[in-house]
């Protein structure tokens, strides 16, 4: 991943941002060409904290053939995105650009144990059921024995050992205090759920700043 200093987000600030979205797309190439396939996953860690990604594909996704323990693979998650006009800013001379927040992970893969499968989709759910609280989470126990045999047969569970964590925050962090603020108000103003939280990570980035009056203006630490 091509990532300019002042987008690096630190190694634990990826992988936390990584297990917080949960969504991604794994990719391996074939010898010929890229195979992918989107998914949910769940991050944990190895007993020396190397970070493991589990998640599961369809017994028939050729992605499955290759998990041999020693391809490597790549699992791209990304997070909300922004476009940003260029009459945006309040200096001249500026041009549009995308604000965005992705992570890449890679590492080599192998198939789950059938000991390990039941507990990684246990988790899985428990992890995005978490998400609708206050309502009771579902879970594996509502499924019927039999049901549940014939779907943990239809699939293959995987685990990456991720052997590298990049990162890009891309949150116009080169702009001047003025032309971040005043695009950051902006994002906030739009009806657009992604461009608010783009809005919202560059204020808890820089939140010095004044973003309320019409000329954005950096204020006092007092």
Known sequence: MYTPP???????AALGFAQARGFGTVCV??????????????????DDGTPLAAFHVARGNPLANFADGTSSWLLAVNGA??????????????VPTWLYQAVHLTGVVRKQSEQELGPHLDALSAK?????????????SKVTAPRLEALK?????LVMTVEEVEGSFKLNQTKSEVDYAAVASTLLQRHDEAAQTIGKQMVALRPHLDYNSSTPVSVSAD
């Open 153 to 157: 047969k239809a699939i293959v569970g």
């Open 81 to 94: 995105d922004a476009y940003v006009s260029a009459d945006w800013y309040l200096s001249p001379d500026q």
């Open 29 to 46: 190439s074939d010898g010929n060409k890229p195979i992918a396939s989107s998914l949910p996953f769940i991050l944990t860690s190895a």
């Open 6 to 12: 002042l987008f690096k987000p630190d190694r634990a």
């Open 128 to 140: 995005f059921e978490n998400w609708l609280a206050p309502k009771p989470p579902w879970t594996m």
